[in-house]
């Protein structure tokens, strides 16, 4: 079987797995499974991270041990007509070209590529590499959270490739780290009035995407633009919130969000004339970005009960206050994002409105500054703001051993040097090397375009380039 179609039909069967954050438990059993049928011992650690350790070819014992590591989990989204269930169904892979996609899913090459690769590379006899430690952890997309708690006792190798990257030809040195800050704002209920009448607005059409690898392409935000949908009817009517939900995941820029509210009887009219001028805005400023942005409102059922007028005003002005967005480009590389802020989920509870965002930086005090805006925002607010997963960033070593040898085993397969980068993106390597005593780390990976969406898809002629780079890397002492 050629690499590609080895790996694929990995790929095919880790798809067949529901495998979403704290869903990992099928997924990591399977490889349990598979370890075993392959004659390789695997461990797993409290916070479920699993390792397998395949024994070295044919005279390479003594070669010092090479971690490959990935994440089991992924990230579940689907447009709104999907009726996929993802802890259930397995997910269909589409082919189109050279491209790989899902329907009306997401794809999870982000990171099942990586899962495939390990597995093609463990059962490839013909490959020479010395011992090999696979590294699969757990919930790595809420906050990397399976690396955090991860025990280091688990791993031997102090060479580390994650292939978590989605470029092929990019090698990966530092990324900005980070976490997530969940808000909620108390609120309380009350019946519906006789001269209340019900609607809902539905935003959607948006393309989303990752909040690290997206975040500079300045997509739309469907719980920012609700926000400023309902701050501009708050203006003139006392409208009170009766349902608000928006995007499922803190690090997936949100596509879709829904508000049903009730409007005094007699603020009808303006309440129809503010919705009609903001979105006249909205879609002049969207129009090439978001063409297929979608702002509707509509009378509705009556809804049983909704929260006050002022905790209603309190939400608005806290959605539409909190940053969202890149906020600082970098200063030392041209181009390059250096903080950012994304509101992922909203959610209106029975208990309280939810908020869940998600804050990324190469710098250090920036992250600290930005959880401090939020957590002061927050309690402006009358709102509590708790702290989930913040790390630091993985700072680049420009003289890594392993550097030199991916970058000269790249030149000489491609006859050109490969793009060495710091990425936004959130990954794994600093927090791993941090917990295991300190790691020469690279990240690198095939073609993934759209993570974290529906439109995720996998460039299939990568999966070779990335095969042909890892086989020359390991095959060297």
């Known amino acids: 079987m050629q690499p590609t179609e080895h790996i694929l039909h990995n790929f095919q069967l880790v798809s067949s797995i529901p495998r979403g954050t704290k869903y990992e438990a099928g997924i990591r059993q399977w490889l349990e499974g598979w370890a075993a049928a392959n004659r390789c011992a695997s461990r797993v650690d409290a916070a479920g991270n ?31 007509e999907s009726t996929h269930d993802f802890t259930r169904d397995p997910i269909r892979l589409i082919r189109d070209g050279d491209w790989i996609h899902a ?13 495939a690769l390990m597995m093609a590379l463990a059962e490839d006899e013909h490959i020479s590499h010395p ?24 791993i031997s190798g102090k060479t580390l490739i994650n292939l978590d990257s989605e470029e092929e030809g990019v090698l990966i040195v530092g990324c900005a780290g980070g976490g997530g800050v969940t808000i909620t704002l108390p609120v309380a209920w009350s019946a519906q009035t006789k ?33 400023r949908v309902l701050d501009a009817l708050q ?14 995941a803190r690090n997936a820029i949100p596509r879709e969000a829904q508000a049903v509210f009730f409007c005094p009887r007699e603020k009808i009219a303006r ?22 942005l979608t702002v509707t409102m509509s009378e509705k059922k009556d809804s049983a009960q909704a929260i006050g007028a002022v905790e209603t005003q309190a939400a608005i002005r806290l959605l539409t206050a909190l940053p969202c967005g890149v906020l600082k480009m970098s200063e030392d590389a041209s181009g390059i994002v250096e903080t950012s802020s994304n509101i992922g989920v909203v959610e209106l509870k029975e208990d309280g409105l939810l908020i869940a965002s998600n804050h990324r930086s190469c710098v250090s005090a920036r992250i600290e500054e930005e959880v401090r805006r939020v957590e002061s925002l927050a309690g402006l607010a009358g709102a509590t703001a708790e702290r989930t997963g913040l790390g630091a960033p993985w700072q680049p070593n420009m003289d890594s051993p392993l550097l030199k040898k991916c970058a000269a085993a790249y030149r000489s397969l491609n006859g ?18 941090e917990r295991c ?9 095939p073609t993934i375009e759209n993570p974290h969406s529906p439109d995720e898809r996998l460039y299939v002629p990568s999966l070779a380039e990335t095969w042909n780079l890892l086989e020359a890397v390991l095959q060297q002492p």
């Open 235 to 248: 203006r003139d009517a006392p409208i009170r919130l009766a349902a608000l939900k928006g995007g499922t």
């Open 195 to 227: 001269n209340e009448v019900c609607f809902e607005i539905l935003v959607g059409g948006l393309k989303g995407g990752h909040s690290g690898v997206d975040i500079h392409k300045q997509r739309a935000n469907s719980n920012k633009l609700m926000a």
């Open 416 to 433: 050109k040097a490969p793009k060495v980068e710091i990425i936004h993106a959130g990954l794994e390597c600093g927090v791993i090397s």
């Open 271 to 292: 309440c129809r004339a503010a919705f009609a001028e903001i979105v006249d805005v909205i879609r002049g400023e969207r129009q090439y970005a978001e063409p297929a």
């Open 50 to 80: 699993l390792v397998v350790r395949v024994p070295a070819s044919a005279g390479r014992a003594s070669d010092a041990t090479v971690i490959l590591q990935g994440h089991l989990d992924m990230v579940w989204q689907k447009t709104p």
């Open 103 to 115: 329907d009306s899913v997401t794809l999870g090459a982000d990171n099942g590529a990586a899962l």
């Open 131 to 154: 011992a090999l430690e696979l590294l699969f952890t757990v919930e790595e997309e809420v906050g990397l959270t399976g690396a955090r708690q991860l025990d280091p006792t688990m």
């Open 437 to 445: 005593g300190g790691l020469d780390c690279i990240s690198l990976g």
